[in-house]
């Protein structure tokens, strides 16, 4: 089945500090897709980045880095400098097909609590 | 207006009321999806409409009810709701082709008293 694991739960850092979020994914499918999202205090989930499963290059914008391993099926997440505004909960999620739809769904991982504190 | 967004924010009903839930996307997207966020629970998908067709129910209850009239907008019929359904509702969309980003409306956050 399709699974996605953030094993931490909460992380707390000092502004300026670099941090990153883990994500462990599992599947069957051979071409799948990849997301995070932040969802701040407010509520709204913010799409950050999508990765497909044919390309591993890591991606750098701005502070924010992911590193793909297809090796070990994780996606994570680095925030270099970590500012105040970081804070929120980050959710790593997969993509799955929806049956012979062309819609999939996301499962998404547990979220990981940030705070980065001043 | 622009992204996704959804009506009201927030809402506090008794359990014999009937509320709806609406959200309309601007996006141009084809498929939308409606998730439950409880308090320290994942993100759970409730249904999924692909050009207006209902292909994912995903064992939610039948006092929810999901209609989707058009690609544009896709409503959430409420009544007789019970307390463990207070939670935040979101609505997402996404391309017909499936397996890209979601976007995301603010939520609406309920209360069922």
């Known amino acids: 089945a399709q699974k996605v694991t953030q094993a931490q739960t909460e992380i707390s850092v000092v502004e300026k500090e670099d941090v990153t979020l883990d994500c462990v994914y599992e599947?069957?499918?051979?071409?799948?897709?990849l997301f995070w999202y932040k969802q701040p205090p407010s509520g709204e989930l913010v799409f950050l980045i999508r990765?497909?499963?044919?390309?591993?290059q890591n991606e750098i914008s701005g502070r924010y880095s992911w590193n793909f391993q297809k090796s070990t099926s994780s996606f994570n997440f680095t925030i270099t400098a970590s500012q105040v505004v970081d804070s929120a909960v980050y959710f790593c999620?997969?993509?799955?097909?929806?049956?012979?739809?062309?819609?999939?769904?996301?499962?998404f991982g547990q979220g990981t609590t940030l705070q980065v504190k001043p | 207006e622009t992204g996704v967004t959804q009506t009201p924010r927030h809402l506090v009903m008794g359990m014999t009321n009937k509320k709806s839930l609406k959200c309309e996307q601007h996006?141009?997207?084809?498929?939308m999806y409606w998730y439950k966020q409880s308090a320290k629970k994942p993100l759970e998908l409730m249904f999924v409409?692909?050009?207006?067709?209902?292909?994912e129910n995903n064992s939610v209850p039948s006092r929810f009810s999901p209609e989707c009239p058009n690609s544009s907008h896709l409503f959430l019929h409420l009544h007789t709701l019970q307390p463990e359904d207070s939670a935040l509702y979101l609505c997402?969309?996404?391309?017909?082709?499936?397996?890209?980003?979601?976007?995301f409306g603010p939520g609406t956050r309920l209360t069922v008293t």
């Open positions: 997402a969309s996404s391309q017909e082709a499936g397996r890209l980003e979601q976007y």
């Open positions: 599947t069957r499918d051979t071409t799948y897709y």
């Open positions: 990765r497909n499963s044919f390309d591993e």
């Open positions: 999620a997969l993509s799955e097909a929806l049956g012979s739809s062309n819609t999939g769904k996301l499962i």
């Open positions: 996006l141009g997207h084809n498929a």
């Open positions: 409409y692909s050009l207006e067709e209902r292909v």
